[in-house]
């Protein structure tokens, strides 16, 4: 009965280079959230997916910062052209089909930016 | 915009020690607020849902509580396995907040042998 699974758990890139961080439900589960942790602050949550539609966007950069949750495969947050600021720990949770309701985390993937 | 605060910020305790935790919230219409455990270098692991005032919820040594305003995390007679960070989070009703969780900063809590 796996949980929500992410890789990679640690990433290294240097200024200016593109990460991207993947995510997969749990089983049976259709909704897909992307929260950020800063240090020394609490999570905060970026984006809103169900599959192949972005519901809520409200918590995501303007730029540089893009999510997509296709029909087939895990989800994807992926930051363009990453600076020193983006790093972070970035935790994908799901959540059965109402939408609502308790959400179940993931390992989280700790972004490091050199 | 929905906040939630959480004190103390840390917590020492003494194994066998009981204590609480509190959550203080606002919200425009409480869906749900949420209790999550966090080990370092881990994911956020759930613990309750609470859906209305008076509402009560046990596991273990944990019980956790619900007024209009805030919750309650009460640990009985902790052990140190049950060190770790408690975060509290809300969901509201309305617009985008009734998909996203909003969570405070936690409350670390260290229990000692």
């Known amino acids: 009965n796996a949980g929500v699974m992410q890789n990679p758990r640690h990433l290294v890139r240097r200024r200016g280079q593109e990460a991207r961080l993947r995510c997969s439900p749990m089983?049976?589960?259709?909704?897909v959230y992307w929260y950020r942790q800063l240090p020394e602050e609490g999570l905060k949550f970026m984006v809103y997916l169900q599959k192949e539609n972005i519901i809520d966007e409200s918590g995501m950069p303007k730029e540089r910062f893009s999510a997509e949750f296709p029909k087939e495969g895990p989800s994807i947050l992926r930051i363009q052209q990453v600076v020193r600021g983006d790093s972070a720990a970035y935790f994908c949770?799901?959540?059965?089909?109402?939408?609502?309701?308790?959400?179940?985390f993931g390992p989280g993937t700790r972004l490091t930016v050199l | 915009e929905d906040q939630v605060t959480q004190s103390p910020e840390a917590l020492r305790l003494q194994e066998g020690e009981s204590s609480s935790l509190n959550c203080s919230y606002t919200v425009s219409g409480l869906r749900g607020l949420f209790w999550y455990r966090q080990d370092p270098g881990k994911g956020p692991e759930f613990l309750f849902t609470l859906y209305s005032a008076g509402e009560e919820k046990e596991k273990e040594r944990l019980k956790a509580t619900l007024t209009k305003k805030e919750s309650f995390l009460h640990i009985t007679a902790p052990k140190p396995e049950d060190s770790a960070t408690y975060l509290c989070?809300?969901?509201?009703?309305?617009?985008?907040?009734?998909?996203?969780?909003?969570f405070g900063k936690g409350t670390k809590l260290s229990v000692i042998p």
């Open positions: 089983k049976g589960h259709s909704h």
């Open positions: 949770a799901s959540s059965p089909s109402s939408g609502r309701g308790e959400q179940f």
């Open positions: 989070a809300v969901q509201g009703h309305s617009g985008a907040g009734s998909y996203q969780l909003t």
